[in-house]
């Protein structure tokens, strides 16, 4: 059994894991407390009560968490929570539960979860990006996450799209997050001349079926971008699959049937047939505390 | 002692190498032969005539060629090579010569001899770019190269710089290769109203030197792309080095010097610091052979 924790900036998510399936899950506050000892400290309490209702062994822990380095097991001055300084979470639980602990990135943590339970099971050498409020990914070759000499490894989301394009929070310009993330399609949407005021991707879709054309051209920019972000990132590593994970994949009409035909229009030619393009798996209440258990298991 | 075989378009060539370093060293011509089998017969005999004037234990070989797929050993249907069929040349000259042969493609060879050799010495997570008639690349990680699911991994070359940009020998458009490589070099130095008829980057590079304002806008666009093309692959494997191979990149002033700065602004903020850029530092005639002879040690 492998406790699983997600952190969030507002609130973070517990669940023990076994056999690929949460089977009891708590939530705490990640604001409010004194400092982030006082945080570690509610998380274990948290943590004591769940596992106290199971006998199984408790064998690991799994964490993760915005700005997480793997390679440390430290959140490095995370923007979106409470501690500006580095928090060094694994060490932090590992002695509070008495048990290993690992950290990892939310989007690595995807991955992980992806490969060891999800649509990516048994693909040793796989893709999953994540598409939400940012855009991430995390690359596996040969049966193993890439961490990179420091441990961030997997920033598709900055991979320049369109250069001098589109301003992005990284500070620099044209990257695919800010062209094919929840952001970048309300941003296309308005570009598109969209009368409407969508505050979600649910809303453009909504829009798009209703026959706005502004909600139809922003899917089908997004697919076309997505298409060449995803091509591209193909030629780097070679997977044989992708998995795309996130609200905006689940759109199956508007975004999934065109993106594969547009992906393997743009694809290497020496790829073609060697790569699939699928969703998420993964319960999407679950996939976070699935995917962060998944990095317990390593 | 590792037998290195470098399979080039019209010339193929064969070293010796032991520590490192080239100690003899021979060529054939690829053309010319009845079929593969005789192609393959003709390099035994040269290499058996390499071998038998040393005493040394001979116990591999390492043979990079176009098109080479280093899961299979096989030469799949090389547009520029005599044989349009697959060629199984690792186990072909395995057989002749009563050792391990391993193959690979020439940008992947040239990876790997940077790796154990040259720029790249002990450095696990490293890129090398060979930059010549195209782009290649061969992505080490955690100190192994990156094969990928169908052993093609490593085609920075083709992915996608300016979408629908330039045609690229691939068949699609906008590729970094149709940009960076001497080809592309050519190609914008014309494109930025160029009077002379330069056929190669030399050319190009002695026009700039001597002020012709579209060979110095040739180098400026050349740095500009090349540097995306870079950051954007650190986002992938987040490597701790990048070498730099070919003709090109041996333009200090006019590329390399403008290419570190041009990267570093570039480049995503959480790798600032953490790669760094450089030249091979294998001697040009040797650096097939001896990326060939990697290939044979592995």
Redesign the interface.
């Known amino acids: 059994m492998i406790l699983g924790i997600d952190i969030g900036g507002t609130t973070s998510k517990l669940g023990l894991v076994r056999d690929g399936k949460v089977v009891a899950r708590e939530r705490i506050a990640t604001t409010g407390h004194a400092d982030d000892h006082a945080f570690a400290d509610a998380l274990a309490e948290t943590a004591e009560q769940l596992i106290s209702g199971h006998s199984e062994p408790f064998v690991g822990i799994g964490i993760g968490a915005p700005n997480a380095n793997q390679l440390t097991g430290i959140i490095e001055m995370a923007p979106n929570l409470p501690w500006k300084h580095d928090v060094p979470l694994a060490r932090m639980m590992s002695d509070r539960l008495g048990v290993p602990a690992n950290l990892g990135n939310d989007a690595n943590a995807a991955a992980l979860g992806e490969w060891r339970y999800g649509a990516g099971r048994g693909?040793?050498?796989l893709l999953v990006v994540t598409l939400g409020t940012g855009v991430g990914s995390g690359?596996i070759?040969?049966g193993?996450l890439?961490?990179?000499?420091?441990?961030?490894?997997?920033?598709?989301g900055?991979?320049?799209?369109?250069?001098d394009g589109r301003a992005c929070t990284?500070?620099?310009k044209g990257c695919l997050e800010a062209y094919v993330s929840i952001r970048g399609m309300l941003a296309t949407y308005t570009e598109e001349g969209g009368a409407a005021n969508p505050t979600d991707v649910k809303t453009i879709a909504d829009l798009a079926h209703a026959g706005d054309t502004a909600a139809i051209a922003c899917f089908q920019l997004t697919t076309?971008w997505l298409s060449?972000g995803l091509?591209?990132?193909v030629?780097?590593?070679?997977?044989?699959r992708i998995v795309l994970f996130g609200g905006i994949a689940r759109n199956g009409d508007l975004l999934m049937a065109p993106l594969r035909e547009r992906f393997h229009a743009?694809l290497?030619?020496?790829?073609q047939g060697?790569?699939d393009l699928t969703v998420s798996a993964l319960p999407d209440d679950d996939a976070a505390l699935l995917g962060a258990a998944a990095l317990g298991t390593l």
Chains 1, 2 share one sequence.
């Open positions: 693909i040793d050498d690359f070759v040969n193993r890439v961490l990179g000499s420091a441990g961030n490894a997997g920033e598709l900055h991979t320049i799209l369109l250069p990284c500070g620099r076309e060449i091509a591209n990132a030629c780097a590593t070679g997977p044989k743009n290497l030619n020496i790829y060697r790569v």
